[in-house]
C-alpha cells in the first residue's frame, strides 16, 4: 500500500486524538461527571492495527448501573417535559459538536475498530445526521390522533417511556449509538448506554459533547464494562423501562429473558445473513459494484452486508470469476490510509472465528478464492488483517451460507429460476435485508413481496433514508427505527375519552 501524505497526516493527527486515552484512564460518565468504577476495576482496549494498548477503560458493574440509572431517573422528570423545541435546540447543538469533532471522531473510531477511515468519516457525519433528523423531530414527537366517536372525543397523546438502556456493538460504534439515543432524547427520554467492551472510545467523545452542548447532566449516562456484568445489569435494572439492543441475535436473546422479571420493552437489531439475488438480465456491472461494496466495504462486518450472491445459473460462472477478479485488487491496508477497502478486523478473537471459515469451506467442497493482505502473507493467524474471500460453488446448506461471519467473506450460490432463489433467500434463521439486481420490474415486485425480510433494495445497495423503517424479521430482530418508528418504541401512547354530552350510562340498581 502506497504511503501517502494524507496517510501521515491521518496517523499523526489519530496519535494526538488518542493521546488521552492513553494519558489516563477512561471513565463512565454518570450524572454528568466523569467517574471510575465503584470496585476501581479498568479493562484494556487495544488496537486492531497491532495489538498496542490504546487506554485503560473503567469496568462498570451493578453498582455503577444503579448510579447511572438513577441520574437518569432524576433527570428523566425534568427532560421529559422539557418543550420539544428546546429538546430540538440542544440536540441540533449536539450534532453541531459532532460535526465539528467529525474528524477527531473518525480517526479514533478508524484505529478503534480497524474501519477504514474513507468510511469511518462519513459515518461520523452521519452521526450528526441522525441527531439533526430526531431533533427536527422532537416539537411533534408526543403528537396523536383524534378519534372521535358520536358520544365522545377520543384524542391520543404520547410520553416518553422513561429511562432506556442502549447497548451497542463494536462495529461501527459511534454512528449505532447516535441511531438510537438521539431519537431517545428527541422523545424526552434519558439514556444509560453501554458501549461494546472491544470498540469503547468514542461513546465517550459523544457524551461529553452531549455535555458540552448542554444537555444537562443525567440525560445521557454511559457505562463501560463487559456484557456480562455492566451490559445484563442495564437490562435487569427496575428505573430502566426500555433496552434498545443492537448486536448478536444470541445476546439478543439473553436480554430478552434479563429483561423479563422487570417486563422490559425491547427493541433489537440482530444479526443477517442477507442474500442479494442477481438475475441474468440485470445490469451486472452495477451489480458487480453493489455486491462487493455491500460485503467488502466496512469489513463486512456490518448487519446489512449482503454476504450471500445468489446468482442466476447462465450467469454464475462470468459473474463468479468477476468476482475473484476483482478481490484481488480491494485495498486491504491500514486503516488510516485513505486507499484503504479492508482494515484489520476489530479483535484477535474475532479474525479466529472469521478465518476457521476458510476451512469450513473447503471442507463442504467450496472454491475458495483470496484477495491479497498488505504483506502478502495469508490468511494465517499473525495478524489482525483477513484478506476478502469469495467462498464459490457453495450450497445453502453449508455452514458459510447459513452462519454470520461478520468479515469480509461472500458465498456465491447458483439457482435455476425465481421460485428457487427465493426459496434459498429465505432458507436462513435471519430476516434483516435482501437485495435485488433485475430488469423485469414484476419480478422486482413479486421477488420483494415474497423475501422474508425486513428490508428490500431493489436495483441498489444499502441507500439509508432516515424516515424509513430500519429492521429485520426471525432471529435479525424485533421492531424497527427510523421516523415515527423510533417514537413508537421509546413513548407510551395514552388515550383520553370526553363524553361530548349526555350519553346513556346503565344503571345497575333497581
Ligand atoms: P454482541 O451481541 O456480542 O455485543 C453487543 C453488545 O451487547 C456489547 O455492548 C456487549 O457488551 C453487550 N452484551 C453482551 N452480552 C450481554 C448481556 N448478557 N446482557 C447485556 N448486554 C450484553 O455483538 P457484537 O459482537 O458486539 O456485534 C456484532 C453483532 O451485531 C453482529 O451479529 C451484527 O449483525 C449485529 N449488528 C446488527 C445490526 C442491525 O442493525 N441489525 C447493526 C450492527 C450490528
Known sequence: MVSS???DTNVADAAAALRRFADAPTAHLIDGRSVASETGETFDDHSPVDGTLLGRIASGGAADVDAAAAAAAAAYRSWSRTPGPERKAVLHRVADGIERRAREIALVESIDT???IRFMSSAAVRGAANFRYFADQAPAAADGRALPTPTHLNYTSRRAIGPVGVITPWNTPFMLSTWKIAPALAAGCTVVHKPAEWSPLTASLLAEIAL???LPPGVLNVVHGYGETAGK??????AVKAVAFVGESVTGSMIQAQGAPTLKRVHFELGGKNPVIVFADADLERALDAVIFMIYSLNGERCTSSSRVL?????YDRFTEQLAERIMSIPVGHPLDPETVVGPLVHPRHCEKVRSYVARAEAAGATVHAGRRPDGGGNDGSSNYVAPLLFAGADNSMAI????IFGPVLTAIPFADEAEAVSIANDVAYGLAGYLWTADLARAHRVSDELEVGM???????VRHLPTPFGGTKRSGIGRDGG???FEFYMETKNVAIALGEHPIPKLYR
Do not use: K, L, R
Open 212 to 214: 458540552e452542548a448542554g
Open 5 to 7: 501524505t494524507d496517510f
Open 114 to 116: 480497524g474501519q477504514a
Open 456 to 462: 428490500v433494495w431493489v436495483n441498489s445497495q444499502n
Open 401 to 404: 451460507a447459513q452462519e454470520e
Open 484 to 486: 415515527d418508528w423510533s
Open 233 to 238: 445489569a442495564v437490562t435487569e435494572h427496575e
Open 311 to 315: 446468482i442466476e445459473a447462465p450467469i
